[in-house]
């Protein structure tokens, strides 16, 4: 199995609060991916990285940020959370162009 | 810009039936990767298979086969002899060349195999 870990698991939050979910790998892989999963939608991406400090927007970024300072490490911020953000969040990561994609276990996220 | 469609959103099967899965494509480069992922009740994703635009050459892994047709511009998932262990959620995706690697998903087909 690919070494990517995703914290917290779980996270219940107030609406209007900040959230950081971190996605952590060991695999050394360029690429880092951020993405939602809601009933209805399959997975949409938020943001991806293709390098340390190196990201761009996906499909559904608004109300999202995210950092990549290192390799191994890809944070996802909700800078005020809204129950719309309620969801599973996946991290993954892929390491050449076109290869496949592996997922960290997901974070569940409830907004109240 | 691309897109996956995934007609069928659940599926029930009674254990041993076959059971294809659907994935209809669209994109406007000529070099693309399609894949499938499964998701177990445990809510993992679990990569299957990659395919290029280059390779059409059809797939078996054991019970699981893949049929990739770009005349058609689809890549469908057959199960062989149904197990209850194959109840899960199932993603097919697309990327395309350049893209850095992100993927299109289809909103998946829920796939039921009862005893």
């Known amino acids: 199995d690919a070494g990517i870990t995703q914290s917290p698991r779980h996270k219940v939050t107030e609406t209007g609060t900040p959230v950081t979910l971190r996605c952590h790998q060991t695999?050394?892989?360029?690429?880092m991916y951020w993405y939602r999963q809601d009933p209805g939608h399959g997975l949409r991406l938020i943001h991806y990285?293709?390098?340390?400090?190196?990201?761009d927007k996906g499909e559904v970024s608004d109300g999202y940020s995210v950092s990549r300072s290192k390799t191994e490490d890809f944070l996802l911020t909700l800078e005020s959370a809204t129950s719309s953000q309620t969801s599973v969040y996946f991290c993954?990561?892929?390491?050449?162009?076109?290869?496949?994609?592996?997922f960290g276990q997901g974070t569940r996220l409830t907004v109240v | 810009a691309q897109k996956v469609t995934q007609a069928q959103t659940e599926i029930s099967v009674v254990e041993k039936e076959d059971v294809t899965l659907d994935c209809v494509y669209e994109?406007?480069?000529?070099?693309?990767?399609l894949f499938w992922y499964k998701q177990p009740p445990s809510g993992e994703l679990v990569f299957l298979i990659r395919?290029?635009?280059?390779?059409?050459q059809n797939e078996i892994s054991g019970r699981y086969s893949w049929n990739f047709q770009k005349s058609t511009s689809s890549f469908n998932f057959t199960i062989t002899a149904s197990q209850v262990v194959d109840s899960a959620v199932y993603f097919c995706?697309?990327?395309?060349?350049?893209?850095?690697?992100?993927?299109?998903f289809g909103k998946g087909i829920t796939l039921s195999v009862r005893p």
């Open positions: 395919r290029n635009s280059f390779d059409e």
């Open positions: 994109t406007r480069d000529t070099t693309y990767y």
């Open positions: 995706a697309l990327s395309e060349s350049g893209a850095n690697s992100k993927l299109t």
């Open positions: 695999e050394n892989h360029r690429y």
């Open positions: 990285s293709y390098g340390v400090k190196d990201t």
């Open positions: 993954a990561i892929s390491n050449l162009g076109g290869s496949e994609a592996f």
